[in-house]
């Protein structure tokens, strides 16, 4: 049975951090592209995130590109997703899942039909 689970989620006020952390069991950890998708209420799921599977590529959305950095440990089956200089815009859920990058190579787009295992999504909540 495959989990994915996230942590570190929170309340921050804006121009602070947090490191969002997401482990995976019960699947092959370092065949799969990991990736964080965000959702605000109202709001379509945005793909934010994603690394390849031996850490060669990484793909950012504009909306996050220069504040948020990706990172994997193989080892640990855990991705990160260091978040800085945190703005009320980026409050949202945000999911971590495994997949693919398909439709990056494609389109240059991050979409969620590429990801078959999700986790549940961690809260993060920037104050202004």
């Known amino acids: 049975q495959v989990q994915v689970v996230e942590s570190g989620g929170g309340l921050v006020q804006a121009g602070g951090s947090l490191r969002l952390s997401c482990t995976a069991s019960?699947?092959?950890?370092?065949?799969?592209?990991m990736g964080w998708f965000r959702q605000a209420p109202g709001d379509e799921r945005e793909g934010i995130s994603c690394?390849?599977?031996?850490?060669?590529?990484?793909y950012y959305a504009d909306s996050v590109k220069g504040r948020f950095t990706i990172s994997r440990d193989n080892a640990k089956r855990t991705v990160y997703l260091q978040m800085n200089n945190l703005t009320p815009e980026d409050t949202a859920m945000y999911y971590c899942?495994?997949?693919?990058?398909?439709?990056?190579?494609?389109?240059?787009?991050?979409?969620?039909?590429?990801?078959?295992?999700w986790g549940q999504g961690t809260q993060v909540t920037v104050s202004s």
């Open positions: 019960g699947l092959t950890f370092d065949d799969y592209t």
């Open positions: 690394i390849s599977s031996d850490s060669g590529r990484t």
């Open positions: 899942a495994a997949g693919d990058m398909t439709t990056i190579d494609l389109l240059g787009v991050m979409v969620g039909a590429d990801f078959r295992y």
